[in-house]
């Protein structure tokens, strides 16, 4: 039995899938550094916002210092925005790998799942599991006595 031209897995199918991920990732580098600048300057004029789980329990969230990382890798100043959120700075770096994994392969033709569904579910857990554990790390008295 053969696939039809739009059924899941057929060679149009992946291949739209691999458009759209290649758009999304170019789309997202090109919007990236302007979101940067405007968020930048909106800082500069107002300060920085406060985060909310900070401010009711005192404790830092995975993303704590996000903002502040973000506008130091748009003045170029990798050590300070890895000082402010190693954990965005890393996962930044997978997505980056990612994405060009997937655009490689775009230009090899070949226009299959770059790894098994499987493979996205356990990056997931992963990715959950790494956060929790950083943001329990991050908040014990020998990280904040290193970094703060």
Not at 108 to 116: N, T
Request: with cysteine; net charge positive; aromatic share 12%.
């Amino acid at each position: 039995m053969e696939k039809s031209a739009n059924s899941p897995g057929s060679p149009l199918d992946t291949r739209r899938g691999a458009l759209v991920a290649l758009a999304s990732w170019g789309g997202g580098a090109a919007i990236s550094p302007l979101f940067l600048w405007i968020n930048s300057l909106v800082i500069s004029l107002t300060g920085l916002p406060d985060c909310p789980l900070y401010r009711l329990t005192g404790l830092h969230c995975a993303l704590c210092g996000g903002t502040r990382c973000a506008i130091a890798l748009s003045r170029g100043d990798l050590p300070t925005a890895f000082y402010y959120n190693p954990f965005a700075i890393i996962c930044g770096c997978l997505l980056l790998l990612a994405g060009g994994w997937i655009l490689f392969r775009c230009a090899q033709k070949d226009y299959r799942r770059p790894w098994p569904e499987s493979f996205t579910a356990n990056c997931l857990k992963a990715f959950i599991t790494v956060m929790v554990l950083f943001t329990v790390i991050r908040n014990l008295p020998f990280y904040q006595s290193v970094f703060f």
